[in-house]
Structures are given as structure tokens and as C-alpha cells.
């Protein structure tokens, strides 16, 4: 019979709070089994990470508890009623963790040296040459063999796969029993993603180690877990196999995550639209380095000799890995950054206008950023963010009628208007992302750059906006360019597609084109990996 290594029971979790106690978990159990991944799945706020992190004590005690009853046993021993000093010796010795943004996880002031050799020095001793062999053995077994020779490389210098990959040897240093695996996939692209998850499930089998993995996305869950646990506002709704949950969900819920994730097709532009805007070789390079006289000697190619043209109603899906140049060229578009090439814009050629004279078309063109919590002021109502475009570009109107725009905005993205006066860390990601589209559609612009506008976001929440953007954009005949790794939500989206790899175009064609002959290996690749992603 299987052991258990892991046992929850009656798992409760208090935060106190300015306006009273928060009950953020309510009476969890599961049972993880040693060699078996165990997946916690649920949306934003279900209390999942929290019912993860309870098992390493690295909740905010004291103004987080536990209710009497509540229990994790681990290998035997209860962990709730253990002390920080017990728990240093089984954080990282025995339980190894990885955190969900790598960037913010990693210290951006040392070296990756100095942190995969501090985890190694606290728990075991090692300093010198035995942590320097051991470091090495890490970079070979998290396939980072070519990073052996950039040890004293800073986290800002690597790529997101690598620094994920960083992030898995500082866990599995220690030679863990149980990795907890918080949301491991999220920010990464979908040749990434399938990498970094055959890498777990090799060390896995090669560890006979269990695993803990947090996730909203169920592609990852239906690839990488034995069983699955749905959560929702703290509470366990549903517990079983993965193989029976996915072929015959129980629970009303879980149904509802299945059948959420985006589909349809981009309804089709009318006949003879014409063109809004059009980009002819375009071109951004960045210097590199100089020399004496201030003459670049070596360049970053982000953008290199690139074409495009984008009708009235319609979206141009742009796909690519990290580093690829698809933001840079979103940028270059709408002239927030200078590019070499001809440029036009409804048909006027905009490609030499400056900053002053580019203002009167500002209203016309927008963006909405990848992260919404990051693009929206925490000191500005949700009014005064929709409506500070109004202030700049619609400076004729009084404060009345800018309130009604504001209000109309908010109708537009099928938010309660009410809520104009509350500020951005008070609503969900879902509901910033809204407010981020309010503030585009309140100018009434005929084209918007969505850079990776849901990528942060929940399954269920993903295919609101998707829906939401296909909406706005037939009422308003608007045109997108939209930008993405996610393959499943571009297909959603997109009437035309165009494949980007290191600044260049590897493929364009129709959504139809690409997703169902496409011609190039690289666009090939990237397809194989989003399907492996969705294959159990």
C-alpha cells in the first residue's frame, strides 16, 4: 500500500484583518502519496497558495492562525504546533519550494552562484569547492549545462526559462521529499512551459520525489497530475483522480473551469474594410556597445525589416517566445519607440512626425498592458485612471460630461459604475484588467495594442476579456493588434496571424493558415507545444 507523505486534515486558516477576520481556508484535507503530484487548482482567491504555504509555516504568523483541529503531518510528525526553528530544518531540507514569478523570487543583488551556494551552506554545510562540484551537478540536472560558465551572472541577465530553472535547483539542492510547485509555468511561453514541465517530471521519477503544484491552468493539471483537488472561496469541492475528474467532473465548478477556457473563432471583417494601419520595413535596433567616437559596434536587432498591415475590424495576432521583438514591434506601431521604415496610420503617413505632432492621434491608438495591477496608478480612483485621457485629449469638456464617459467606459466593459471611486488593489485581476480596457475604449480609438493582455489572468477570467475584446470589437468596429504566447487565446482572437523568432517574421499567413498548415518548424514547434500542454 502507498504511503502517505503528506496528510492534511481540517485545515483551517484566520487572517485578521482591518475590517475583522478573514476565513481564507476552511477545513482542506487531502492526502499526497509518496512518488505522486497532487494538484490544487482553483481561481484567484480560492486559497489554494495559502493552503500550500500553511504546509511550510510560511504564512504571515501571528496575524495568520490556525483553528484547533487543523493539521499537517508530515512523515509522521504534526507540523501546526512546531516552531520556527523546526520548521528552518524542514524548509528546503525536506520540503523544497518554487515560486511562481522567478524575477521576484531570485535576489536581484546576488549572483546565481552566491544563491543556489547559500541554500546549499545553511542546510548542509557546504562551502568551496564541495558547494562549487555540487552547483555544477544542479546546473547538468536542471539542463542549464551551457549557464556553467555564467555562475556570477545576475538574475535580470537570464531569460525567464532559465531563471525558472534556477529557481528549480535552489529547491531540489537539498534533495527534497516534497516539491511544492506554486503557479511554475505562469509567465513562461508555451515552448517553456513544455520544457520546464518534462524537466519536473524527469526529476521526479529520477527523485522518486511527490509533488505539490499550484495551478489555475488545467492544461498544465491535465499533463502533470495524478489527482486534483478544485478549490473555491476556501473551501475543497472536489477530490479525485485526474484521469476521472477530467473525463467526468462532479462538481458544477469544476465543469464550469472545463468548459472556460477560450474557443471560438475572430468573426469574420467586412468585405473591402480598408486599411487603418500599415508598417513597411520597419526596423528597431538597440546599440549594444559603442565605441570611442559613440558609433554602435554591436546591435540588438528587436525589431528587424518587418511588414504589416492591419484593417479596420480586424485582429493581427502576433505570437513569438520571450525576446522575440512582438511587444517591441507593438511599440514601434503605435510610435513609442522610434523605428526606421515607413509607417501609416489611416492613411496618413506618420513615420517622421514628432512627439508634438503625434498628440492629436494619441486618442486614436491605445494600449492595454500585460499586468494590470502594474499599469494602474495605486493612488488614482478607478475614476480618475479612466478619465485622466479625457483631462489630456478632451480638455473641452466639463467635469460632468467627463463623468459620464467615465461611467459609459465602465457600462462598455460590464463593470457596475458604482465602483468608479474605489481604487485598483480593491478589485480582481479579471476586474483591473476591465478598468485597463476602460481607459483604452473611453478616447473611442479605432486601434489597441494588447500586450499580453491575459496572460495573468485565470482560465475562467481569460475567456471574459476574450470575449469581452471579440464584443467591443464589433459594436466599435475596432482593430487589434494582439500579442501572445498563448496560442489557445491568439487562435480566439486573431483573423490574421504573424510568427516572430528573434526580431524576425517566420510565418504569416490567416489564423486558418497558421494553426492548421503551418509551413515554417518553428511555427511547427510552437504548435507541437501548446498541443503537448493540452495532451493528458
Known amino acids: 500500500m ?4 503528506l496528510k492534511i486534515k481540517n485545515l483551517h486558516v484566520d487572517f485578521k484583518t482591518p475590517s475583522g477576520n478573514f476565513h481564507a481556508v476552511k477545513g482542506v484535507r487531502f492526502d499526497i502519496n509518496a512518488g505522486e503530484t497532487m494538484a490544487l487548482v482553483g481561481e484567484s482567491g480560492s486559497g489554494k497558495s495559502v493552503s500550500a504555504l500553511s504546509v511550510m509555516k510560511l504564512l504571515p504568523y501571528p496575524a495568520a492562525s490556525h483553528r484547533e483541529g487543523s493539521s499537517i503531518i508530515f512523515n509522521g510528525a504534526e507540523l501546526i504546533d512546531k516552531d520556527e526553528s523546526y520548521m528552518r530544518g524542514v524548509r528546503g531540507q525536506q520540503i523544497g519550494m518554487i515560486f511562481q514569478e522567478p524575477q521576484s523570487a531570485l535576489n536581484p543583488l546576488h549572483t546565481i552562484e552566491k544563491q543556489i551556494g547559500e541554500v546549499l551552506k545553511i542546510h548542509q554545510g557546504m562551502n568551496g569547492a564541495e558547494a562549487s562540484t555540487r552547483i555544477l551537478e544542479l546546473m547538468d540536472m536542471v539542463e542549464l549545462s551551457n549557464m556553467k560558465q555564467r555562475l556570477n551572472a545576475y538574475p535580470h541577465e537570464l531569460s525567464g526559462g532559465q531563471k525558472q530553472r534556477v529557481m528549480i535547483a535552489m529547491a531540489l539542492a537539498n534533495k527534497p521529499e516534497l516539491l511544492t510547485a506554486d503557479e511554475p509555468t505562469t509567465a513562461l511561453d508555451v515552448t517553456v512551459q513544455a520544457q520546464i514541465l518534462a524537466l519536473l517530471q524527469n526529476l521526479q521519477k529520477e527523485l522518486n520525489m511527490s509533488m505539490l503544484l499550484i495551478t489555475h491552468d488545467l492544461s498544465v493539471v491535465e499533463k502533470m497530475a495524478d489527482h486534483v483537488c478544485v478549490m473555491r472561496h476556501g473551501e475543497l469541492l472536489e477530490s ?25 473563432m475572430a468573426r469574420p471583417i467586412e468585405a473591402g474594410a480598408p486599411k487603418l494601419v500599415t508598417g513597411e520595413h520597419l526596423k528597431v535596433h538597440f546599440p549594444l556597445s559603442k565605441n570611442i567616437f559613440g558609433k554602435p559596434t554591436k546591435l540588438l536587432k528587436a525589431v528587424d525589416d518587418i511588414s504589416i498591415t492591419i484593417k479596420r475590424g480586424e485582429t493581427l495576432g502576433v505570437v513569438g517566445e520571450s525576446g522575440s521583438g512582438k511587444s517591441t514591434l507593438g511599440l514601434a506601431v503605435l510610435k513609442l519607440l522610434n523605428a526606421e521604415g515607413a509607417l501609416e496610420f489611416d492613411g496618413r503617413v506618420v513615420s517622421k512626425l514628432n512627439r508634438k505632432a503625434m498628440r492629436p492621434l494619441r486618442s486614436r491608438m491605445q494600449i492595454v498592458f500585460q499586468d494590470p495591477y502594474a499599469s494602474l496608478s495605486p493612488r488614482m480612483s478607478i475614476a480618475q485612471i479612466i478619465g485622466e485621457g479625457l483631462a489630456l485629449h478632451r480638455s473641452e469638456l466639463s467635469k460632468s460630461d467627463r463623468d459620464d464617459l467615465v461611467i459609459d467606459a465602465l457600462k462598455d466593459v460590464a463593470m457596475n459604475p458604482d465602483t ?52 467591443l470589437q464589433e459594436r466599435k468596429n475596432l482593430s487589434y493588434m494582439f500579442i501572445s504566447h498563448d496560442l489557445r487565446v491568439v487562435r480566439a482572437m486573431s483573423h490574421n496571424v504573424l510568427v516572430m523568432k528573434d526580431g524576425q517574421v517566420i510565418e504569416q499567413g490567416s489564423a486558418e493558415e497558421i494553426f492548421n498548415s503551418p509551413k515554417e518548424p518553428y511555427t511547427k514547434a510552437l504548435l507541437e507545444a501548446a498541443m503537448n500542454l493540452r495532451a493528458a
Do not use: C, W
Not at 2 to 5: F, S, Y
Not at 252 to 259: G, R, S, V
Open 2 to 5: 502507498t504511503q502517505a507523505i
Open 240 to 264: 479525485n483522480s485526474a484521469k476521472d475528474l477530467f473525463a467526468k467532473p462532479a462538481h458544477e465548478y469544476t465543469k464550469m473551469l472545463l468548459n472556460t477556457r477560450p474557443k471560438g
Open 420 to 471: 468608479r471611486h474605489r481604487y485598483p488593489h480593491e478589485f480582481s485581476g479579471g476586474q483591473r484588467q476591465r478598468v485597463a480596457i476602460a481607459r483604452a475604449v473611453v478616447l473611442a480609438p479605432e486601434f489597441i495594442v494588447l500586450d499580453e493582455p491575459t496572460s495573468a489572468l485565470d482560465v475562467s477570467v481569460q475567456a471574459e476579456i476574450v470575449d469581452l475584446l471579440r464584443e
